[in-house]
């Protein structure tokens, strides 16, 4: 059975860093989505495991690095100069396709249980 375990949420200062981690069952594309209170889903970032190749949400590129360690089978959010805006819960998923990215939430089909992020002073 497909599992995913997220960790690393906490509270931190405007311009602060924080590292996700998603520790999966097996090797496959992880996308890292957040959820802000009353705002939809949306998709921050996401890495493939048929060629690691990356995908960022505008917004987060040049601050938010996403890694994998195919050895421990787990992939990492680094989150840098993090701002009150970022304030949400973290989720990882893998998609359908199991091993691609895809641009749309509804095509992952396993969920993390999430990890809130709060960024305030």
């Known amino acids: 059975q497909l599992q995913l375990v997220e960790s690393g949420g906490g509270l931190v200062q405007p311009g602060g860093s924080l590292r996700l981690s998603c520790a999966a069952s097996g090797h496959y594309a992880i996308g890292w989505f957040r959820q802000a209170p009353g705002k939809e889903r949306e998709e921050v970032s996401c890495i493939s495991s048929s060629d690691d190749s990356t995908y960022y949400l505008d917004s987060m590129k040049g601050r938010f690095t996403i890694s994998r360690d195919n050895a421990k089978n787990t992939v990492y959010l680094q989150m840098n100069s993090l701002k009150p805006e970022d304030t949400a819960v973290y989720y990882c998923?893998?998609?359908?396709?199991?091993?691609?990215?895809?641009?749309?939430?509804?095509?992952?089909?396993?969920w993390g249980q999430g990890t809130q992020v709060t960024v305030s002073s």
């Open positions: 998923a893998v998609p359908r396709a199991y091993h691609y990215c895809s641009g749309s939430l509804y095509e992952y089909d396993y």
